[in-house]
């Protein structure tokens, strides 16, 4: 709060275009080359502008599904096909399933760990003969949104799988555990070609100063980041096994949220709609078209 203060008394400036004290920041932080990384107006933005540089009409996009909203959006915004291969019953993704829907035309594969908006996670040996099994001229992005809230010991660090990997972008946000989400700043590490793809297709100007300023000092806020992630994933534990005592079924999560599954949107409203009868004596007639 106090390094957005001091920053908005300069807003009539432009802010800096190539984010050059984040980046240094990020790059000394994660122990990557500066050139590896990219910032974006949130992850979103800069998922949004890795499609734009990889993925047009005729492409195809794989992600799995029920995962982030955005992916559908942001794919079809591009031209591209989405590929969406469902959960397994758990709720996790199924990476086998993913592998096999590759084709040539696939051009960029998401995974989401943990998966939004179900809180799984895929662990490391599994993740790796994944990635083995995906050709080299595949990009594949580890959306990390949740990264600082995963206790499983198994789940790798994307960062490490980037390291030796050169199709392998990692995505991570402030918008989370950092608690900066209005202030829309993101970022990516990438190996030189596509971090430098990343850096052609940014908006202009469109990490505020604001922002940059803010996710400097999150990021040297350590402690205060470590005790606050560390209470809620107290209280993530302890919600879920409320519900479960309850008998809700919760699947194991790593994020910042527990997934409670209530079936389709077409049961709830034959539900509500049994609910509206109850209360009328009227019949719903159609109600789920
Ligand atoms: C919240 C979220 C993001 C990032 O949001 P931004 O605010 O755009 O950084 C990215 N991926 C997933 C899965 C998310 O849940």
Known sequence: MEAVTAS???????????????MAELSERFAVPAS?????????????????????????????WRSFEAYPIITRISGATPVQV?????????????????????RLIFVCNPNNPTGTVVRRAELE?????????????????????????EVPDGVELYRQRPNVCVLRTFSKAYGLAGL???????HEPVAA?????AVPFGVSQIAQDAAIASLRAEDELIGRV????????????ALRDQGWTVPETQANFVWLRLGSARCRSRRRASRRVWSSGRSPGRVCG
């Open 86 to 106: 469902p959960l397994t019953p758990g709720d996790v993704h199924d990476l086998d399933a993913m592998a096999e829907a590759i084709t040539d035309r696939t």
């Open 230 to 241: 560390g209470s809620l994933v107290c209280e993530r534990n302890r919600v879920t096994d």
């Open 184 to 190: 829309r700043v993101g970022f990516a590490i990438a």
């Open 8 to 22: 908005a008394s300069s807003f009539n400036r432009y802010p800096d275009m190539a984010c050059t004290a984040l």
């Open 129 to 153: 003969r994944f990635l083995d099994r995906v050709p080299s001229d595949v990009l594949v992005v580890l959306d990390e949104a949740y990264r600082e809230f995963i206790r499983d010991t």
């Open 197 to 201: 793809a990343l850096r052609k297709t």
């Open 36 to 64: 590896h990384v990219a910032t974006g107006t949130g992850s979103v933005g800069v998922a949004q502008q890795l499609l734009q540089a990889t993925a047009g009409p005729g492409d195809e996009v794989i992600y799995a």
